[in-house]
């Protein structure tokens, strides 16, 4: 009997990799257009998303800009769709392919297998040659796995406790340091929890590309008391990381309740009519966490360290 993985052997190409994050991050950043555009495609790329709807039948317009200058649009349509399972698409444009990503949860990590899957032995041959898709895959996945990493790596550094309190948290390109100096001579006083604590702090991540010097000095967080006891938060979210920064996803009003309940209270009630941009969970940082947009556009962050339900 023949093995269809062997009739298909020379015109496929599969990765996988055990990201270090939970499954519903990983499925969160995979699924939404305001974490798959700061990620997806080689390195130097950069992305417009015009429409995402993962479901099956869904389309998905993207329109990949190469460093260069030059733009790829792409179009595929979602053929299978598994919460936090799979995820199938067809890419219906030029080159034509099937893929296939499936995501198996071990704990606070998840095992990623991503296959492509062309149309003819010719075709995935030029594809190779001309674009590099073996090689851009691999870049794919790095990207995705230095992204997740990033975004544990911020909300880790939070100044979470058991009692409740709000803060405003500040998302910079790259000038966190400059902008708290500046506010810390407005208000006065000295930053709170650890001080400055910055990228190159962090301890590197076994088979994790280097972060360059410069990444290196930037901030991870920071925290300034400003009045009546209110905390200004920040962190640097530079281009060099994958994220882009602009008005509307620059702020966030962190609220840290001091129950479960409470929290989810506040998260459903806010995120009513709004968008939630990723659901209330457990974290294995130890935090009850969630986010979202509410109805008039204002984005909220959830932070909570009860110890119990």
Avoid at 77 to 85: A, D, M, R, S, Y
Avoid at 134 to 143: F, M
Avoid at 179 to 193: D, L, Q
Avoid at 210 to 216: E, F, G, V, Y
């Amino acid at each position: 009997m023949t093995n269809p993985q062997n009739s298909t052997a020379d015109r496929e190409i599969t990765i996988s990799r055990l990201l270090n994050a939970p499954i519903d991050l990983v499925w969160e950043v995979w699924t939404q257009p305001e974490h798959i555009k700061n990620w997806w495609g080689p390195n130097g790329f950069s992305n417009t998303i015009s429409k995402m709807d993962v479901v099956k039948g869904g389309e998905w317009d993207l329109v990949m800009h190469g460093p260069d200058g030059t733009d790829y649009k792409n179009k595929s349509i979602f053929k299978e769709v598994i919460l936090h399972k799979k995820i199938v698409y067809e890419h219906v444009s030029a080159p034509k392919f099937i893929a296939t990503i499936d995501f198996e949860p071990r704990g606070n990590q998840t095992f990623l297998s991503w296959n492509m899957l062309f149309e003819t032995k010719e075709q995935f041959i030029q594809v190779v040659k001309t674009f590099k898709a073996d090689e851009g895959l691999k870049q794919n996945v790095e990207k995705l796995n230095h992204y997740l990493e990033t975004r544990l790596s911020i909300h880790k550094q939070l100044k979470i406790n058991q009692m409740a309190r709000v803060s405003t948290y500040l998302n910079f390109p790259g000038n966190t340091e400059e902008a708290f100096n500046f506010y810390k001579s407005v208000f006065g006083g000295e930053f709170g929890g650890g001080g400055i604590q910055r990228f190159g702090d962090i301890p590197a991540v076994e088979g994790h590309p280097p972060l360059s010097d410069a990444d290196k000095k930037l901030i991870i967080h920071v925290e300034l008391p400003i009045l009546g006891g209110h905390v200004l938060m920040a962190t640097d979210a530079p281009a060099s990381m994958g994220f882009t920064v602009e008005k509307g996803n620059n702020m966030h009003i962190n609220l840290e309740p001091d129950t479960k309940a409470e929290t989810k209270r506040l998260f459903d009630a806010l995120s009513k009519d709004g968008k939630v941009t990723m659901e209330l969970a457990d974290m294995f940082w130890g935090a009850y966490y969630g986010s979202c947009t509410d109805k008039y556009g204002i984005n909220w962050m959830f932070n909570c360290t009860e110890a119990k339900s």
